[in-house]
């Protein structure tokens, strides 16, 4: 062999057989592609059929993704199942968009504004050149920004956090599973932060679980619930209940048009109505819901890390099919 063949032969042997030959930058185990385990589903210890049912569909539907879920009974409290509890109560993330949903009760009930009152969003929304004039229905279902952005700047955080606060964020639901995070809202946001923080959740941190039992409360009359990992029958354990003239009534709609012609419309093509608010932002996505939205069986949150809104509702969208199928016949939104 002459010099130059020999010379390109080892070249190729080097580079056929480079992991070992050829010097290492990193160590092969940090380069080897972790392997995210399966989903990991927590139940009552005598779960039901249809909680094994409603928990092995969110399973299924989360595969190895960093996502998680909780399945909750709004009429008493009880967790049907929790997929993946780090993301689903042991981290706090930014509620995003679902924040909205507190925006708008602490508005409605401030008398900012009634489901009526159209608020215009001329630029500095996800959408250019800006939604127009809108109503909440509207505002919630297409998630507009300057909509919220302006409630929250007309009655001020003080009054969002109080709302919020009622609404379970910022302190631990007390369920009965180790580890939950208390999340975060702060007392103070400099008054130049209250629209972004309306609009986005910026500053604020929840957990799936305390989302769960903040929609359990606004579809089922105002309980909020302390959940628990509890076998059926349960003897249902109220934190406290929302005041009465929390006009609560005025979401559903927003709650219904996000998913027939908003945010989360993508995910579903059943004929389950679903109701429900999805949340996009720093890398995180939410979908917030219930079905079948006139007496709703479950609550679903589905969380994403690394996602949006659209996957978090593609996601729940896949769990709602395995678990109603995807010919249910249409409960007629209320
Ligand atoms: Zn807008």
Known sequence: MRPLRAALALALLIVVGGATLAPAATPPTQRRKRVAPAAQVVYAPHATDRDR????????????????????????????????????????????????????????AEGAITPETRLTCDGGCWMWPGHGPLDLRRALAVSCNPYFEQIGERIGWEKVERYGRLLGLGSPTGINYRGE???????????????????????????????????AATVNGGTLWEPQLANAPVTPRARWALPPELPLAALADGYASAVSEGSARAAFETDLVVGGKTGSCSGVGWFASFAPAARPEFVLVTFVNGGNGSRASALAGAIYREVYGAGTTATPAP
Request: charged fraction near 15%; proline fraction near 7%; hydrophobic fraction near 45%.
């Open 53 to 108: 049912q409603i928990g092995e569909a969110a399973r299924k539907a989360i595969g190895r993704r960093a996502a998680g879920a909780v399945a909750l009974d709004p009429w008493t409290g009880r967790v049907i199942a929790i997929a993946n509890p780090r993301h689903a109560l042991a981290n706090a993330y930014q509620p995003c968009s679902v924040f909205k949903l507190v925006v708008a009760l602490a508005g409605l």
């Open 181 to 215: 995070s208390p999340g975060r809202l702060p007392d103070v946001v400099r008054p130049s932060y209250v629209g972004h923080t309306s609009s986005h959740g910026a500053g604020v941190r929840s957990t799936a679980l305390q989302l769960a039992t903040l929609v």
